[in-house]
């Protein structure tokens, strides 16, 4: 496995908008704003942008959409859509164009406002024709489908997983731009309605508006401009299916793949995480993340996640921005991954913020378990 | 009973012209044996030489959820059928039926597209 992509490139801009409700724009409007915020964060010009890398859940060609919308002519674009593991996907793939001296300037972008739009979730995703009898309502079915599966299969309890969304809940209420706030209790959870057994409304992701944004660039570049650069140490993707019907064991995602060969291309070992974000679009995922990536072994995750391990003050800092379960989840979560690990790599997260944050682990998950990505993001301390 | 779809039809619509005659059919590679499920034009191996042979209809209950909604709740279920396949399904009658369970196949023809759908085994308990 080559490492002769660490450290080669570095976000050196943020930006977020319209996170929780937007009501009056369009996805794409926030994008905008997310864009221009992360290019102004980073002391850089519009006009230094030169290659732009979105999906998006409402635009089918979403870099196309971009680019025009901001008056960017890119010589390097990548609408490459892997649901809500994209983003991680185009830290990769931004790092390989920005190596190849292919773009200098590259902006990773996303935008929604299926909150104000109708507060259901919008996807471009087609139906698997060898389902539709069924009426699966996805994404829930499916994930309530691995949920019952390792429920089945190593005693993974609805108490365990209510402790997840509990968690994620309490770093929310450390995080100002978190939309869901205010206590939650174990017996909230397990008492919220039953959307598709055993998943309950508590234990799935919230459906905001919200928009993110980062500016990668090379190293060299990173270090003369004004952010302390956050910087890219490796990344990795793995998908084993799309159906959910294809995924060969419910209970092992594909991020038992991505994740090694990530941890090999960044050099980095569980010792030296410092924080986790982990896609959390339903309960389960933080639980089976936690697993395929080495945190705990195989059916462990439900009794690793008890007694606040991962919530604030816990042995394990895990999405420490309330998740997309507590803060934030406009129907593509990944770019929200990345801006809250820059946002602690740099120490700006306030209350929440984990200390001496150098290294970071994201998990990108897109479709009903499907794609996975792995990357890590680092501090000056790691290069 | 004839085997072959009526016609040159691709996968999809081969299995879909059979559940229209109240026949449930998986294929299967006249090389290795693999059975294949969705119907598609290749086996995992990758071979292409499928045929189509009648389903067990036997399997058992891999994954189960019960999908709430305010028309009453749906079972929807993965299935793996004992030639090897899994596929999505639902459970009529026993709606609670656990992981585990043997379940058999039934072309349902009521309402508009048919589709395959299963039943408690006869004495399905004791395999639970």
Same mark, same amino acid.
């Given at each position: 496995m ?7 490139? $570095?976000?050196v ?5 319209? !996170? ?24 850089l010009k ?7 890398f979105?999906?998006?859940?409402q635009?089918?060609?979403?870099s196309?959409?971009?680019a025009?919308y ?8 990548d609408?490459t859509?892997?649901?809500g593991?994209s ?6 793939q ?9 773009? @200098?300037?590259?902006?990773?972008c ?9 507060? %259901? ?29 390792h ?8 108490e ?14 450390l ?5 869901? %706030?205010?206590?939650?209790s174990?017996e @909230?959870?397990?008492n919220?309605? !039953? ?19 980062c ?13 302390? =650069? ?5 990344? $990795?993707?793995a998908?084993w ?6 995924m060969?064991?419910l ?5 038992? @793949?991505?994740? =090694? ?6 050099g980095?070992?569980?010792?030296d995480?410092?924080?986790? !974000?982990l896609?959390?679009?339903?309960t ?15 059916g462990?995750?439900? %009794? ?10 816990g ?7 309330g ?8 129907? !593509?979560y ?6 809250e $690990? ?13 200390? @001496? ?9 897109g ?17 | ?10 996968? /999809? ?6 559940? /229209? ?5 998986i /294929? ?19 071979? /292409?030489d499928?045929e189509?042979?009648e389903?067990?209809?036997?399997g ?8 709430r ?55 399905g308990?004791?395999?639970?």
């Amino acid at each position: 496995m080559s490492r002769s992509l660490r450290g080669k490139t $570095a976000i050196v801009g943020l930006g977020t908008a319209g !996170m929780g409700e937007a009501p009056g724009y369009s996805a794409l409007d926030l994008l905008a704003q997310a864009s221009l915020a992360a290019i102004e964060d980073a002391g850089l010009k519009l006009s230094d942008v030169d290659a732009v890398f979105s999906a998006m859940s409402q635009h089918a060609l979403a870099s196309m959409s971009a680019a025009e919308y901001l008056g960017i002519k890119p010589k390097y674009f990548d609408s490459t859509n892997v649901g809500g593991s994209s983003f991680e996907m185009h830290l990769l793939q931004a790092t390989l164009a920005l190596e190849a001296g292919l773009c @200098d300037t590259a902006l990773i972008c996303y935008g929604s406002n299926q909150r104000t739009a109708g507060g %259901r979730l919008i996807s471009l995703s087609e139906p698997n024709w060898h389902e539709v009898p069924y009426q699966p309502r996805h994404p829930i079915t499916a994930y309530a489908l691995a949920a019952s599966r390792h429920m089945h299969e190593y005693g993974t309890t609805r108490e365990m997983l209510a402790d997840v969304a509990v968690a994620a809940r309490a770093w929310a209420n450390l995080n100002p731009e978190a939309f869901a %706030r205010g206590p939650l209790s174990r017996e @909230d959870v397990l008492n919220s309605r !039953m959307i598709s057994d055993p998943l309950s409304k508590l234990d799935c992701c919230l459906v905001t508006d919200g928009a993110a944004a980062c500016i990668l660039t090379r190293a060299d570049r990173a270090r003369d401009l004004k952010q302390k =650069p956050v910087y890219f140490l490796g990344g $990795a993707g793995a998908n084993w299916h799309r159906s959910i019907v294809a995924m060969p064991d419910l209970t092992v995602t594909a991020a038992a @793949d991505s994740g =090694p060969r990530a941890f090999e291309m960044a050099g980095v070992t569980h010792g030296d995480i410092d924080l986790s !974000m982990l896609y959390d679009a339903f309960t389960i995922n933080t639980i089976l993340f936690l697993e395929d990536l080495g945190f705990c072994p195989k059916g462990e995750g439900g %009794r690793f996640v008890q007694d606040g391990r991962i919530a604030p003050g816990g042995e394990l800092a895990v999405n420490t921005s309330g998740g997309g379960l507590s803060c934030v989840h406009p129907g !593509m979560y990944g770019m929200f991954l990345i801006a809250e $690990a820059v946002t602690q790599i740099r120490g700006d997260a306030g209350a929440r913020q984990v200390k @001496d944050c150098d290294v970071a682990l994201l998990h990108g998950n897109g479709g009903t378990l499907s794609s996975q990505v792995t990357a890590f993001l680092g501090s000056g301390n790691t290069i | 009973m004839n085997n072959e779809p009526d016609g040159n039809l691709g996968p /999809q619509a081969a299995y879909e012209a059979f559940l /229209q005659q109240g026949r449930f059919m998986i /294929q299967r590679s006249k090389s290795t044996g693999e059975y294949v499920f969705y119907p598609r034009v290749c086996a995992p191996s990758g071979v /292409q030489d499928l045929e189509w042979v009648e389903a067990s209809g036997r399997g058992t209950v891999y994954a189960a959820t019960m999908k709430r909604g305010r028309e009453g709740d749906t079972s929807i279920v993965l299935v793996d059928l004992d030639e090897g396949p899994r596929m999505m399904s639902t459970i009529s009658g026993d709606l609670n039926l656990p992981i585990g369970s043997k379940v058999v196949a039934r072309v349902e023809t009521a309402g508009g597209q048919p589709r395959v759908v299963f039943d408690p085994a006869p004495g399905g308990e004791g395999a639970r």
